[in-house]
Structures are given as structure tokens and as C-alpha cells.
């Protein structure tokens, strides 16, 4: 049927779509190679059910995951809903059927991959609002309803997201400068020292308006900064405009790798504090850096240092455990278990202590999650660091990255994290040995917790180290010793590890305390 603009409808698009290719195979001739989406979408299942059943950390039913991801059609295009008849799947537009496949009762990856591939496909030709949406928009939906079976942190990321998500890992290729929303394109709001944009002559307050011949008005900042990378020592064309100019600038930039800074800086008195964002590629050499910065500047006179993670949602574990080994002489850092026998992981410390023992506090807060923890928990454990503030998030899973065949990734859980005393990182986090939630005056907190009832302490961190992942009520339980409430406490912890610092004595007290009992 012609619909009144002159265009076949979807149901029969899809209907001469399988006599067109009825016809070639009866004509002896080969089939004509199946439309790139296809192969696309079928090379994404293939990619995406194949991980799945290798890496993640529980043995899934790839069959029901799939059904689940086709379903997930149905947020791109409302019309379109997925019904099964015995074995036969069908794809309905509006309660008509616009195709149909035989479903493999007991398939493997490629036959799921291959028919899944074809209806998403048949699903597509008969929607205008998926063509419309784009293949992105697509995947998106139907991996996110996949993924969403699995667990909270396993996760698909498109193209766009995942070089975000590399860039902040690994660096990108960019000319070092940092920008702002401009209705003409974008502020550069800095130029980083030493990078290329200085050296061509940007300064702060210009207006990029167009970047290799593409103008950015009306462009989003998010789009506007992936323009911008690209790959390292390939130069990147742009047009400025400078208040008090009457015409714009033409500037070619060298792009140079920019891996963001993820450790800042600053003294409090006596003692240095190293605020860790979160871990990337250069975090280890950023914190060993500022090590030497702040030695360079107190020299004997520093008391100690504060690992600030509070607000670190984590990141590469792999930094994270080469941050616990600056500070570690040997021994445990983190074990890892999982499904796949590469997820069996002992991290030791092998490089001994760049600070040579000198005392160290860790502020945690409910949003220092992942590797943060991991961190935490290893140098509380070694007896190594006194952690103040409130207990962790509890994300104690490891996370692999898989290159999908559009260029995104899939994250999915692969393992468990524990800490060196051997318990589990996942939902009960990280218990401080200071607990400052609720508490206004530090002098009072300390002298209660170290001197007045240190029993409390020792028992709580104790009770936490032995609660099962498994046992549901204690783990609740115990959530509620020294739960994280926003914007509480946050002034009284850096207050109790300056003083922690500045009394040896009562700081070798609060070491003790945390230290993991003989069973």
C-alpha cells in the first residue's frame, strides 16, 4: 500500500524487503550482502553477547538478555513492541507484524547475534522515528535495557562517551585550554602553561568561533570540546574573535596529549593536602609530585600529609593500587575474584615508601567509591593511614573495558574487591576509624573516640571486617554506625587530621585502633 504522501508504509516495506530477497535466491544468483546496519547490528550482539558470556562476573541466560535488548526498541519508537508465538518472534508496528523470525531455542552466541540482528534491522526499515533517531540512539536503547539486567555498574557507553571516557583515562589529543558556553561558539575561560594554544597566542576571554572550517554556533560545549581533540601532533585550524578586534584571528594549533590533572595541592599549616579526584593514568606520578612539592617547602617542619578522596568515584584500579604502594614498604595491597580466571588478582607493594613513614590521614566521605576505597582501605588495614570522616559508598566491583565494533564500550562487572584483612568491599564500603558525622568540635571527638571509648571503635571496625557480602540485615546494620550525610562534617575532618598529625601520640593511638584484630 501507498500511504497518502506517496511512500510505502512500514509493513510493506518490510514485505517487499523479504520478496526482493526471495526472488534472488530463487534465481540461482547469490544473495545480495545483507544493508550495513545489519551487519552493524548483528556484529554489535555478536560483540556484546560474547563479553557478556566471557567476562561477566554471574553466568547469564544470553537468550533472555537479548529478548530483553530487542525490547528496548520500544523506547525509540513507542509503536514498535516484540512478540514470541511458540518458537516464532515477531516484530509488531502499532499490533501489525513487520517481521518475523524463528527464535533459536537453544542457540549460541552467533545464532542469537544473527536473528537479533535481523529484526533490529527489519525493526528499523519499518520506522520512521528510528531512522530518524539514528543507529546511536539505538544501541543506546536496546544495550542499556540489555545491561540494565546485569548489574548497577555494568553499562554501555557510545561512541561519543567512550573517548570521553578514554580521554579521561588516558589522555586525548588537544591544544590545553579549558572553555565555557558562548552563543557564538566557545570562552576559552585558560590556556594551560607550556601547551600549544599559548604558544599560537590564545588568550582567556577569546571567542573560538569556528574549528577547522566548522562553525560552533549553536553547537554544544560537549561537541565543541570532541572537535577539538583529535589525533596528537595533527594541528587543528581556528577562528577567533577578541574583544576589542575588529576582525577575527586565524590560528593553526598543535594538539599535544592532555591527560587531566587529577591531584591538587595545598597546606594547612603544618601538613599538605592531596586532593585526589580520581585515578587516571599519570595520578601516581601527580601524587609522588606533590610528595616532593610539599617536602620542598616544609622539608622537617611537615607533621604529615592528608590523602583527601572524599568525593573520588574511583577510576583506574590499577593507579589506585600504585598509590597505596608509594606509601607501602610490602604486603597486601587488594585481592580480586571473579568468574573468569583472569579476575583472580593478589597486589602486592613492592616499591617501599616514598614518604618514609611519615604519618598520613584519609578523609572519606559516602561518595568515595571504587578505587578510592580500595586505597582507604588498604592503607587503613597496613596500619598505615588513619581514616577520618564517613563510611564509603561500597562499590567494590572491577569493571573491564571492551572496544565495541562502533567504536563505544561496554563495562561490564568482572570481579569482587577485597581488602588486605580479607573482606569485602561491595555495599558495606569503607568504615573510618574517626567517624566526624554529627560530631562540631574536633578536641572533643578525638578525646571520646581514642582516649574515652576506644572499645566502641575496635568493635565496630571488628564487626565490619567479618559481616558476609551476603548477610543482608548486618550489612544494614552496620550502614548506619557512621552513615555519610551531604555537606555534614566536612570542615570538623580536616580539622581532626590536622590534629591527628600534629600530636604523634594520639595518632599512633588512632592507628591502633584500626588495626585488623587476631582471630
Excluded at 530487542?70 to 507484524?97: C, F, H, K, R, Y
Excluded at 582567556?204 to 549553536?218: N, Y
Excluded at 573495558?401 to 574487591?417: M, S
Amino acid at each position: 500500500m501507498v500511504n497518502s504522501r506517496g511512500s510505502l508504509s512500514a509493513t510493506w516495506r518490510a514485505k517487499l524487503l523479504g520478496l526482493v530477497l526471495l526472488l534472488s535466491a530463487c534465481a540461482g544468483g547469490e544473495p545480495p550482502p545483507p544493508p550495513a546496519f545489519q551487519t552493524l547490528s548483528q556484529d554489535m550482539f555478536q560483540a556484546v553477547l560474547s563479553d557478556v558470556q566471557r567476562y561477566f562476573i554471574e553466568d547469564e541466560d544470553l537468550s533472555t538478555l537479548t529478548l530483553v535488548a530487542l525490547e528496548g526498541i520500544t523506547d525509540v519508537d513507542p509503536s514498535l513492541s516484540m512478540d514470541q508465538a511458540g518458537s516464532v518472534l515477531s516484530v509488531l508496528s502499532n499490533g501489525t507484524t513487520v517481521a518475523e523470525r524463528e527464535w533459536p531455542a537453544d542457540g549460541d552466541v552467533s545464532d542469537y547475534a544473527t536473528v537479533a540482528g535481523e529484526l533490529l534491522y527489519l525493526s528499523y526499515e519499518s520506522s520512521n522515528l528510528m531512522q530518524e533517531s539514528g543507529e546511536e540512539a539505538i544501541f543506546e536503547s536496546i544495550f542499556t535495557a540489555m545491561l540494565g539486567q546485569l548489574d548497577r555498574y555494568s553499562r554501555y557507553a557510545g561512541n561519543d562517551k567512550a573517548q570521553e571516557n578514554r580521554g579521561s583515562r588516558e589522555g586525548f589529543g588537544s591544544i590545553g585550554i579549558s572553555l565555557g558556553e558562548h552563543p557564538n561558539g566557545a570562552l576559552v575561560l585558560s590556556v594551560d602553561q607550556g601547551k600549544p594554544a599559548q604558544a599560537a597566542g590564545i588568550h582567556g576571554g577569546d571567542i573560538i568561533v569556528s574549528i577547522d572550517g566548522r562553525p560552533l554556533a549553536g553547537m554544544s560545549l560537549r561537541r565543541i570540546l570532541l572537535i577539538l581533540r583529535g589525533p596528537v601532533n595533527k594541528p587543528v585550524g581556528l577562528v577567533v574573535r577578541r574583544p576589542g578586534l575588529a576582525e577575527p584571528m586565524i590560528a593553526t594549533v598543535g594538539r599535544t596529549r592532555i591527560v587531566p590533572n587529577t591531584v591538587f595541592l595545598r597546606s594547612l599549616g603544618r601538613t599538605a593536602i592531596l586532593k585526589i579526584s580520581n585515578f587516571n593514568d599519570t595520578t601516581p606520578k601527580r601524587v609522588a609530585e606533590a610528595f616532593s612539592e610539599a617536602m620542598a617547602v616544609s622539608g622537617s617542619d611537615l607533621a604529615g600529609i592528608v590523602l583527601d578522596l572524599r568525593g573520588n568515584l574511583g577510576g583506574l584500579l590499577d593507579k589506585a593500587i600504585d598509590v597505596a604502594d608509594l606509601f607501602l614498604h610490602d604486603g597486601i595491597i587488594s585481592t580480586t575474584d571473579g568468574r573468569h580466571p583472569r579476575s583472580f588478582q593478589k597486589f602486592e607493594a613492592v616499591r617501599g615508601d616514598i614518604t618514609a613513614g611519615i604519618p598520613i590521614v584519609v578523609m572519606i566521605d559516602g561518595a568515595s567509591a571504587s578505587s578510592a576505597e580500595v586505597l582507604a582501605a588498604a592503607l587503613q588495614d597496613r596500619g598505615r593511614a588513619v581514616l577520618v570522616g564517613a563510611t564509603s559508598f561500597g562499590k567494590g566491583s572491577v569493571q573491564t573495558v571492551r572496544k565495541l565494533p562502533n567504536g563505544g564500550e561496554l563495562i561490564l562487572t568482572w570481579a569482587r574487591l577485597q581488602a588486605p584483612s580479607g573482606y569485602i568491599l561491595q555495599d558495606g564500603g569503607v568504615m573510618p576509624t574517626i567517624c566526624t558525622q554529627g560530631s562540631i568540635d574536633a578536641p572533643l571527638l578525638l578525646r571520646h573516640t581514642i582516649i574515652d571509648d576506644p572499645a566502641t571503635t575496635i568493635h565496630n571496625l571488628a564487626l565490619r571486617r567479618r559481616i558476609s557480602a551476603n548477610d543482608v540485615l548486618a550489612r544494614n546494620s552496620l550502614a548506619q554506625l557512621c552513615p555519610w550525610r551531604l555537606g555534614e562534617g566536612a570542615g570538623i575532618a580536616e580539622d581532626v587530621a590536622e590534629r591527628l598529625l600534629l600530636n604523634p601520640e594520639l595518632y599512633d593511638s588512632a592507628i591502633a585502633l584500626a588495626l585488623p584484630q587476631e582471630s
